[in-house]
Each structure stands twice: as C-alpha cells, then as structure tokens.
C-alpha cells in the first residue's frame, strides 16, 4: 500500500502569517498533487509536479506557493495566509503509467 | 464552473438498501472516471474506476455506469451497510492524463 505522511495534521494562524505544509511519500510516485476541500466545493488542485524541481500549476492556484525538493518532498507555502484559506489540506501521489493517486491524511488549517 | 456535477450532496440509506450515487459532465476529452471514498479524519481513498471504452464495471457490492452519449455515470451500493458511510466523490481525467477533476462529494449514511 502506497504510504503518503503530511504534517502538521493541524495548524492555526492568523491573517498575514506564514505557513508551510509538507509532503512525503516513500513510494517512488514521480506525481505529488496538493488538493483543497471545502464544503460544497469537493476537491480542488492547487499544484502539482511530476518530479523534483518541476511545478505545475492547478485550478485553484492564487495565494499559494510550492515546491518540489526531492522526489519524496513536496511542499505548499502560504506566505500571507488569509481567512479564505481555512480549509482541510491533501496531498496524493501516482506514478506514471497508472492512474490510482494515493493521499495523505491531510492538514487542517485554520486561518485567523 | 463546476466541470464534474455530483448529486445527491448528501444521502441517507436504510442497511440493506441500495445506494445510487450520480455525475454528470460536459467535456467529451474525458476518458476516465474513477471513485474515491472518504471516511472521516482520512484521505480518499479509490474505491472502483472506468474507462470511457467500457458501460460497467464490478467490484463486489459496488459497480460504477457509464453512459458516454449522455455523458453520465453512476455508483451503485446493494446491500449497503453502515460501514459504507462515508463521503464518495466522483472524478474525471482528460487524455493528457495529468490531473483529476472532483466532483462536490456525497455524504452518505446508512442507517442500521
């Protein structure tokens, strides 16, 4: 079974403030996804990449920041958080050639 | 505008009944639809999925429609238990196969 950690599970800040979320996945998947899910919205991508260094960008991408260190790491950087952005965070990875994307437990944030 | 339309936003079920969960959506690239179910405090997870090649497919209690002229599918629980409750959410995914479109989720409940 793929395995993909995010941490923290939970964040507060306030408005203005700086957040960084992160992703690991140990499972040689090539595609990280960082999603939103809201009430009423279901799930939005933010960004992705497809492998250390690239970053493509989402549907929902204003706000929001990230980067791929490594293939395991990607991250998604809030750099003046606002109320809007009070949302349950999700990051997945796939591997090429298949289609199954594999999530974390999420990141709940809490904008101030 | 919402690219992939799901109904019901949420659905109560008696055990043992019969669950029938609907999408809908406009772009004719899409090709492939699949399933995520989401407990509480989890991420989605895929549940069952479907090529535009094919109108059925089954996995146990569960089976997922397709129907290309009207560009519609449809998941279909018999014998719904309570362990089912959960969130699904339908998805699609383009030919260039690089990123999911989610629908807005169905909370469902099955009462014993």
Known sequence: EAAVTQSPRNKVTVTGGNVTLSCRQTNSHNYMYWYRQDTGHGLRLIHYSYGAGNLQIGDVPDGYKATRTTQEDFFLLLELASPSQTSLYFCASRVTGQDTQYFGPGTRLLVL | QQQVR???????????????????????????????????????????????????????????????????????????????????????????????????????????
Request: proline share 6%; with cysteine; glycine share 10%.
């Open chain 2, 6 to 112: 799901q109904s019901p936003q949420s659905l109560t079920v008696w055990e043992g009944g019969t669950t029938v969960l609907t999408c809908s959506y406009e772009d004719s690239t899409f090709n492939y639809f699949p399933w995520y179910q989401q407990f509480p405090g989890e991420g989605p997870a895929l549940l069952i999925s479907i090529l535009s090649v094919s109108d059925k497919k089954e996995d146990g209690r569960f089976t997922t429609f397709f129907n290309k002229r009207e560009k519609k599918l449809s998941l279909h629980i018999i014998d719904s238990q309570p362990g089912d409750s959960a969130t699904y959410f339908c998805a699609a995914m383009g030919s260039s196969g690089n990123k999911l479109i989610f629908g807005i989720g169905t909370l469902l409940s099955v009462k014993p």
